[in-house]
T-cell receptor
């Protein structure tokens, strides 16, 4: 059974550019959540996808968008990058059987640097 | 809105000493509580979780945590720390319902340094 994987590992972009981060959920998991972890901070919830539909969003602007595919893998897209978007982006998957007790399993993250 | 406070930003202990990391939460109903550990440059690994029942929960790597509703706390403990426990520890509360079920709200983390 493979765990949660994310790509790429590291990424460097410049202000104003757009970026796409990818996540493959753990086998059998149909829910994916994305978090942003700025340096020295705890992760902050961006949004969650359950069976290809957005199922809640944190306090992030619309230029943060996502997608979930039929195989439950997911993408996080960020448009018009700003310096403050530099962070570790974490993806987490869970069984998502409409139960808040599902454990979320995290991937290793993508380190995004915006210059 | 739910929130988590970890009062200690950095804790240093000697190898073999006991450890307690503090966590206080704010949540309107019965909380779902978690402790995660993060090694440098890595993702988060679940140590333990509390949903209901016995207020003392056991986790991996010899860690345990106690839920105290009266104090809104969920402190993490280990009787004897190993050098490999050096990492950053995050307490989190889970969203119990509505949209974003399972959404985790994290504290700012506690960095643990272990001296030989």
């Amino acid at each position: 059974e493979t765990g949660v994987t994310q790509s790429p590992t590291h990424l460097i972009k410049t202000r104003g550019q757009q970026v796409t981060l990818r996540c493959s959920s753990q086998s059998g998991h149909n829910t994916v959540s994305w978090y942003q972890q700025a340096l020295g901070q705890g992760p902050q919830f961006i949004f969650q996808y359950y069976r290809e539909e957005e199922n809640g969003r944190g306090n992030f602007p619309p230029r943060f968008s996502g997608l979930q595919f039929p195989n439950y893998s997911s993408e996080l897209n960020v448009n018009a990058l700003e310096l403050d978007d530099s962070a570790l982006y974490l993806c987490a998957s869970s069984l998502g059987q409409r139960s808040s007790t599902d454990t979320q399993y995290f991937g290793p993250g993508t380190r995004l640097t915006v210059l | 809105a739910q929130s988590v406070t970890q009062p200690d930003i950095h804790i240093t202990v000697s190898e073999g000493a006991s450890l307690e990391l503090r966590c206080n939460y704010s949540y309107g109903a019965t909380p779902y509580l978690f402790w995660y550990v993060q090694s440098p440059g890595q993702g988060l690994q679940l140590l333990l979780k509390y949903f209901s029942g016995d207020t003392l929960v056991q986790g991996i790597k010899g860690f345990e945590a106690e839920f105290k509703r009266s104090q809104s706390s969920f402190n993490l403990r280990k009787p004897s720390v190993h050098w490999s426990d050096a990492a950053e520890y995050f307490c989190a509360v889970g969203n119990a319902g509505g949209t974003s079920y399972g959404k985790l709200t994290f504290g700012q983390g506690t960095i643990l340094t272990v001296h030989p």
